[in-house]
């Protein structure tokens, strides 16, 4: 594989494949932000090694924190600093990660007297900050816009944060509220907090409250609330010092999808054990478009078990893994529709848009609205019109996703019909995804 693009090789697969995926990016950045909040020595286990974790631990050890990353063991032992920073002055790049843009902001903030400057890349710069950033702005920490104002790049000048109540626009990014979330109980006085505005991707705040509440002992969190939530002031200390972090629900979206496209059996091992992850309801629709999946003692196991089809389906909720369903709908026998996705608009791409562009060039007839992208199969179109390359927009799920449909032998030889430009961008979160497929692929 070269860095500027990869073509797929396609097979067919009449073995039960079994793989494990790597730790989930959301939860190991919300641990990282976590363990440094506690008040003692946490042991992070199954952290995924890849380029956003990377940049978060990068931020952490320039900000003072004291922690030791073994990527061998995929473990990370931080010395818990109860949220206040040894580091008061320091230059931050968040690259393209959404989650340390919004959580590390939101944990500068608590610092007093720091003066901190933060940047991100050209996409991180169009990226939704202004929820975040208004409400912090609103209870004392100083911005100054260097740029575009509610943007990337900006310096801040912190003085911890005041208790008047927050009211928060989340409507955007689901991180905008997690990130005030993390480090609520920590701010001085009683912290209530109002959503003015409905929240995308749901599951993920629930996720954060639980992971808060197991890095909390003396304070029950109500895991359910939506629109309001209240926290004394607290501190946080992690019973027993080790937390194992979940395999990535996302990742394994695209390996639970595969025999759609090769046909077979695939396992993502220790998948029956996710809890946090709203990710993992990816699961419930492609069973309803025609893969039968079930939890065994080893993980969860995918099958074709009919002729696939489409349906209509709402994917606000696990965002993340509309691509995986939306790039393979060539090979379905009825249209897709996708709604709940307008969000998506302003992640790392258009991913709406940069999709249906990229199915069209597939001879694929799409309609798209502001929230909805609807597919109407072809297959045909691939025959006529193939190869293809894919353009995947620096963004890492655009590869992994279209690198699955790419592996249909649609020619019935083995032979590549489909490339993908600029692979190496699935390293922001599934680094060896490309090692894996490959494994796969030499399995039958």
Known sequence: ?????????????????????????????????????????????????????????????????????????????????????????????????????????????????????????????????????????????????????????????TSSLNDVPWEIDASESSQILSAILLIAPLINGVTEISLISYTVSKPFVRMTLEMMQEFMTDVAIDCSQEAHFKFPPNSYFLVGNLYKIEPDATAASYFLSAPLSVGGQVTVKNLNHCKLQGDIDYCDIIRKCGISIRSTGFGIQSLITSQPIGGNFDFNDISDTFLTLAALSPLLQTPLKISGIAHTRKQETDRLGAMAFELRKLGQHVEETLDTISITPNLNKLYELAPFSIETYGDHRFSMSFAILGSHDLFKNNKSWLRILNPKCCAKTFPHFFDLLENFRKSF
């Open 1 to 157: 594989m070269s860095d500027d693009f990869i073509e797929i090789t396609p097979f067919s697969n009449d073995t039960n494949y079994q793989l494990e995926v790597p730790g989930s990016k959301s939860i190991s950045n919300r641990a990282l932000i976590l363990a440094v909040l506690c008040n003692n020595e946490v042991e992070l286990q199954g952290v995924l090694d890849s380029q956003d974790v990377n940049i978060m631990l990068t931020a952490l050890i320039k900000l003072g924190v004291n922690l030791k990353h073994d990527r061998e063991k995929n473990m990370v032992k931080i010395r818990g600093c109860g949220g206040i920073l040894p580091v008061k002055k320091a230059k931050i790049n968040v690259g393209n990660a959404g989650t340390v843009a919004r959580f590390l902001t939101a944990l500068l903030s608590l610092q007093e007297g720091g003066e901190y400057s933060l940047d991100g890349c050209e996409a991180m710069r169009k990226r939704p900050m202004q929820g975040l950033l208004k409400a912090l702005e609103f209870h004392g920490t100083e911005f100054h816009f260097k740029m575009e104002k509610n943007c990337f790049p900006f310096c801040m000048k």
